[in-house]
Structure formats: structure tokens, C-alpha cells
């Protein structure tokens, strides 16, 4: 088919289907007209054919094609953009080769790294100053290219006429994880132009974003440091045309039937039991924790003020257990349920992985920002295993991702917001390896307070010997290696996965005044019922905190969803308030006056410690008043302690902890000092 043949049909097929789009395309002033390839292929399949092989002569065509148009203004350049390639056109980008050079391929992946956008040279004019002739020279290599003779005879330096210059933009795409079994997924640049570079398609493909791309894949030459051509070719896609494909992740194609089993499920009395059973049969017990993890995996709702405030909806739950607990098997498992995860291993994450890294562009030069774990799993799950054993510094990275939602960047020259929301499980060992039941749980978590309160929920899973169930336990785990096939869920992985997305995007719940009283009232009692000072005027524990209180909102909403219920009922708070019960008691209370302390949990002192340290400040006080001397010997801080119920060993260790804070000091053997 010859040239003038293509113009003719490109001609007649914008004129029958798209001559009103392209008429107000070029009154608004835009330089490209988007067609559907499914159309086109009913028009004419001999063309289509030929697009998919020569895909750079084919598009000049149709540019040829518009240019025959009669419209108002003179129009230089016009793009034809193509969408909906047919599927065997889409392939994989570990296995691009060189037979798919200069053909059409969609390409789907994750945006990993985006370049600023630049002016690039596609040609350029040169006059001779010998003959006046002019030399019109394109612009393909990364090197700007001279002419080097004229027809004349003449060489040396030719004088540049002018130059055509086009906006560029590079983006390394990676294929998506979900997409491959276990191989490393590979990269591939894109280089975009013109309008695909506008702030509108910033947005599109900004780092973490998923995107399909339509695209012709090019050959770059390579130059060696010896300033030669090198054998080897890199790869680049010029991209033609890009579409987000961020909604598809959630909005999973459910059909007719797969919904009514959907709300079946929902309408069952004990959803929740069963949805809790289904999602890791293979794990014997820790009923609790399932169902926590259902509630975390349909989540809460996010809310935005008038004032700009966010609220998350996302639940944040760590799992603190005794090695061989089963900690990891469930983490793997959520990984194959949630509709969108990313897993990571604490040993191997650091914070630019987790968050985003500023790195050094090799392809168009400068810094460009590339998207970490938390970001790429933005609106789905990020699942971090072994977090005790990352450093301190990566760990800090998590504080804003986890309760702000965002990642924010101010490295080399990039100052960027990268949002991520994401709802994070996570799962660690204690310090020395068991949980010590006597001891503080902070003392025992190798994790900073500050990011532990950002959980809300928090499950201690303690192995201890007991014969009744570790004999269930034994049972269960040896029947299922001499019968691994004989332990289904109830619920098919596929349909729990729909289940959780319908119920994360498609309802969203609102409190009821019952609900609101009930989480009101426990709140209310907790904070003063059970906090009771004690009489020598210590300090009052604080049971629970705000925190906890809008843990309470996200997890009723959470067991609305199940229910597919737009309300939360005073149900639905019962059943928040247990778990939040139940993670208080087993983590927060305070041995030694039975009552729940959140400072066991966010503090290494508890309030109990904190009034006898106050108690045995003021006897300092009152001694020094008594013996006018500032020397005050510690058998008298003893006596007085002893009316205070207080025993000699307690009070030794409060001046320990005072002495080793500088606020008293030793000056001789036997008595102490105020600094």
C-alpha cells in the first residue's frame, strides 16, 4: 500500500468518525487527536496491520492525513495518538528482543522514576557559507550531529539556521510484581514528548502510579567512554500514548453471581467468624487476630475537613510474637489476599526503600525521584515482616507514612509530597527473643514508643506450654502434612479478594448516635474509672488515649463494612471496643495495680513508677526543709518512704534512676544530693 493510499483511508476513517473531536481539538489549540484502534480495525484491517509493523511511517500518514483538512489556522504539527491495541500486541518488558524493535507494543508497569522535562533538538538546518545551500540534519543519537561536507565539496563549521525543539520527559517504568511469580522485575526507559509531557499527564504518571503505555520500542546507541559505538544497544520506548490504570487495582471485575455470594456472605450472622476462618486455614488458633486482620483489610473510612484535615481510614496492626508463632505465615498470607500488597523484609528495607530515594539520572541527567515500598502500595497494603531487625535511622522514615499518609522529600534539588496510603502490617520478634510476661512490653520491642502508638492494634503472641492445647495444636499441624489437601477455607482466595474490594470501595459507613455512646462511654470510663490515683497523691495512669479512641471509629466502621451496612451499629462498637479490650489487657496493664497503664505500651516507665518517683522527690524536699543541710542521708529517705508503702528496694531504685538522670547526685557513701 502505497503513501498517497494510507493518507486516503486515514482521511476518509477521521472524516466519518472523528471530524467533530478533531475540529474542537484544534480550536482549543491541542496538537493531537486520539483514535480507538478497535474502530479502525472495522474500517480497514490491511491498515491496521500495517500500523502494528511500521508504526512511524503509518502515524506520519494520518498527520499527512489531517493536514488536508481545511480549518481557519495553518496547523505545522499534529500527533494521532492510538488507544485499545488489540491483547496480542501487550507484552511483558522482560521479554522485549530485537524482533520487536521499531513494532507497536502496549506495555503495562509501575512508574518507578520520572525526569524533569527538557527541550530535546529533533533537527536542525545548516547553511554552507561556500554555495548558500541549506543542510537539514535530524537529530536521532544523544549526540548533537553536525554535517561534515556540503554538495559543494566544502567541510569544517556550517552556520546553524534554526533548530526544531520538543519537550521531553523521561520515565523508567517497571513491570508490576503482581504480574510475575518470583523473578526480579525488570525496567525499561520511556521517552515521552509534547503533549504527553503536560501537567495533566504529570499527574497520570507520577512515581507509584500504575500505567499502560502504547509505545514504539527503539534502539539507542551506546557510546564508550573512548568516544566509539559500542555493540551493545540500549532499549527505549517513545511513548504514543498512556492511560492510568491505578482504579483498575480496586475495581475488580465482580458479576452478577460473585455479588450475590458477596451479600449472602455479608448477610450471614457470623460473617465475620467466617470470613476470619477463611483467611489462613492453615494456621491453628489466634481467632482474634484474624478477624482483626479482616477488619484491617476492609478498613476504615477516610474523612476530609472543611479546615483540610485528614482523618486515615487505614488500620495499622503489629504483630510482636515468640519465634514459631506463625507470625510470617499469616503475613504471606495476607499478601495473597489483599487486593493490592506489597511485602518487604525488615532486614532488607532501608528507608529510601520503604519511602522514596532521590537518585542520579543517567538517562536525561540531573536527580529524579523513585518511589519506595509504602508509595508504590499506595491504596492497597504494604506488609513489613521482621521489623525489630531494621536500623533506627529506616525505621524513622515510617513515622509520617504511617499517621500523615504522605512521604515527603527535600533531597538534592527535589523538594516533593509523595502520597501514601497505605495500611501497614507488620510483624516483629521481641528484643531477647521471648516475651518476658513480668517485664515492660516496651522494654521488650526494640521499637521507638513514638512509632508503636502509631499502630492500632497490637498483638502480643505468646507461646507458652499448655498441655490441652499443644495438643490440638501438635494434632492439627501433623494431620495437615499427612493430608495437605484436606484443610479448604470455606471462602475461595478469588472470592475473598472480591469480597474485600467491594467492601473497601463500595460502602461507606456513617456512626450511629447508639454506636457513638457506647464507644463514648467505654471511652469515658476507661479514662477515669480505671485510672485511680493512689492515695499518696501519685500519678494517675492514663488507660487510653485519643488514639484509641479514633481506632475504636475505624475499627466499628471496618465491622459495618462487613456486614456491607451503611451504619455502625452499637453492635459494630461492641465489637471494636472487644478488640481494643482485649490488646489492652494483654499488652497495657499494670501488674502491680491491675489497671490497664497505656504507658507500659509508649513509655519504658509506667505511672505507678512515675508517682513513686514524684513521692520520693518531695520526701527529698521536706528532708532538706527538716535537716537544714542539703546533705540528706538515704536511711531517712527510707524511713519516711516505709509510711508511704513504700519498701527500701523500690526506693533504692528511684534514686538509681534519679542519679542516673542528674537530678541527685552521691557525695559521700551513704547520702545523696539535689544538682
Not at 523521561?170 to 503482581?178: H, I, N, S, T, W
Request: hydrophobic share 35%; aromatic share 6%.
Amino acid at each position: 500500500m502505497d503513501v498517497d493510499e494510507q493518507v486516503r483511508i486515514f482521511r476518509e476513517f477521521i472524516e466519518q468518525n472523528y471530524y467533530p473531536q478533531l475540529l474542537e481539538a484544534v480550536r482549543k489549540g491541542e496538537r493531537s487527536l486520539l483514535l480507538d484502534f478497535s474502530e479502525l480495525v472495522k474500517f480497514n484491517t490491511e491498515i491496521c496491520e500495517e500500523i502494528l509493523e511500521m508504526p512511524e511511517e503509518l502515524l506520519k500518514a494520518a498527520e499527512l492525513a489531517i493536514k488536508e483538512f481545511d480549518f481557519s489556522q495553518k496547523i505545522t504539527k499534529f500527533t494521532v495518538r492510538l488507544r485499545n491495541l488489540p491483547d496480542s500486541q501487550k507484552i511483558m518488558i522482560s521479554e522485549i528482543r530485537s524482533k520487536h524493535l521499531n513494532k507497536l507494543l502496549v506495555v503495562e508497569g509501575i512508574v518507578r522514576q520520572k525526569t524533569d522535562v527538557r527541550p530535546h533538538v529533533t533537527a536542525a538546518k545548516f547553511e554552507c557559507p561556500s554555495c548558500g545551500n541549506i543542510l537539514h540534519i535530524l537529530q536521532l543519537d544523544k549526540k548533537y550531529k553536525e554535517p561534515s561536507r556540503c554538495g559543494c565539496g566544502r567541510k569544517g563549521k556550517f552556520k546553524e539556521v534554526s533548530k526544531e525543539l520538543v519537550d521531553g520527559q523521561g520515565l523508567v517504568l517497571e513491570e508490576a510484581p503482581d504480574s510475575l511469580e518470583s523473578a526480579q522485575p525488570k525496567r525499561i526507559n520511556v521517552f515521552l514528548k509534547d503533549e504527553l509531557v503536560s501537567p495533566l499527564s504529570e499527574k497520570r504518571c507520577s512515581p507509584g502510579s500504575r500505567i499502560r503505555l502504547v509505545g514504539r520500542v527503539m534502539e539507542v546507541p551506546v557510546t564508550l567512554r573512548t568516544g566509539g559505538q559500542a555493540t551493545k544497544y540500549d532499549l527505549i520506548v517513545e511513548a504514543n500514548y498512556i492511560e492510568s490504570m491505578q482504579e483498575d487495582v480496586f475495581d475488580m471485575e465482580i458479576t452478577e453471581q460473585e455479588k450475590q455470594q458477596i451479600e449472602t456472605l455479608a448477610s450471614s450472622p457470623n460473617a465475620l467468624t467466617q470470613l476470619a476462618h477463611s483467611i489462613a486455614p492453615s494456621i491453628y488458633g489466634h481467632e482474634k487476630i484474624k478477624e482483626a486482620l479482616i477488619l484491617q483489610l476492609v478498613g476504615g473510612c477516610k474523612k476530609e475537613r472543611p479546615d483540610g484535615v485528614v482523618t486515615r481510614g487505614d488500620m495499622h496492626v503489629l504483630l510482636i510474637g515468640d519465634p514459631g508463632s506463625g507470625k510470617s505465615q499469616l503475613l504471606k498470607r495476607i499478601t495473597k489476599v489483599a487486593p493490592k500488597s506489597r511485602f518487604t523484609s525488615g532486614k532488607g528495607a532501608t528507608a529510601a526503600g520503604l519511602t522514596a530515594s532521590v537518585i542520579k539520572d543517567e538517562f536525561l541527567g540531573g536527580w529524579s525521584l523513585e518511589a519506595g515500598t509504602l508509595v508504590l502500595a499506595n491504596k492497597g497494603f504494604a506488609i513489613i515482616d521482621e521489623m525489630d531487625k531494621m536500623s533506627k535511622e529506616d525505621r524513622s522514615a515510617l513515622h509520617e507514612a504511617l499517621e500523615q499518609q504522605q512521604v515527603s522529600i527535600a533531597k538534592a534539588n527535589i523538594q516533593a509530597t509523595l502520597k501514601c496510603e497505605t495500611t501497614v502490617l507488620a510483624a516483629a520478634n521481641p528484643k531477647f527473643g521471648r516475651f518476658d510476661p513480668y517485664d515492660l512490653i516496651a522494654n521488650q520491642i526494640d521499637l521507638p514508643p513514638t512509632l508503636i502508638n502509631r499502630f492500632d492494634l497490637i498483638f502480643p503472641i505468646k507461646d507458652l506450654p499448655n498441655r490441652e492445647k499443644d495438643e490440638q495444636t501438635a494434632t492439627f499441624i501433623l494431620q495437615l502434612h499427612q493430608d495437605p489437601e484436606s484443610l479448604k477455607s470455606t471462602i475461595p482466595t478469588d472470592l475473598l479478594k472480591k469480597f474485600i474490594s467491594f467492601a473497601r470501595t463500595k460502602i461507606s459507613p456513617r456512626m450511629s448516635d447508639e454506636a457513638m455512646k457506647e464507644i463514648k462511654d467505654y471511652y469515658i470510663t476507661m479514662r477515669n474509672g480505671a485510672a485511680g490515683a493512689s492515695a499518696e497523691g501519685g500519678i494517675k495512669s492514663v488507660p487510653i488515649t485519643a488514639r484509641q479512641l479514633e481506632a475504636l471509629v475505624r475499627l466499628s466502621e471496618a465491622s459495618a463494612k462487613v456486614r456491607l451496612s451503611n451504619i455502625v451499629t452499637r453492635d459494630d462498637a461492641q465489637k471494636a471496643i472487644e478488640l481494643i479490650d482485649y490488646c489492652l489487657n494483654q499488652i497495657a496493664k499494670d501488674n502491680e495495680t491491675g489497671k490497664i497503664d497505656i504507658d507500659r505500651l509508649g513509655s519504658t516507665m509506667t505511672a505507678s513508677q512515675r508517682g513513686s518517683i514524684s513521692v520520693i522527690k518531695e520526701i527529698i524536699n521536706a528532708l532538706e526543709g527538716q535537716l537544714q543541710s542539703k546533705m540528706i542521708p538515704t536511711e531517712s529517705i527510707i524511713e519516711v518512704a516505709h509510711e508511704k508503702n513504700l519498701n527500701k528496694e523500690q526506693v533504692e531504685e528511684v534514686l538509681e534512676k534519679l542519679r542516673r538522670s542528674g537530678d541527685i547526685f552521691e557525695p559521700k557513701r551513704g547520702f545523696v544530693q539535689k544538682l
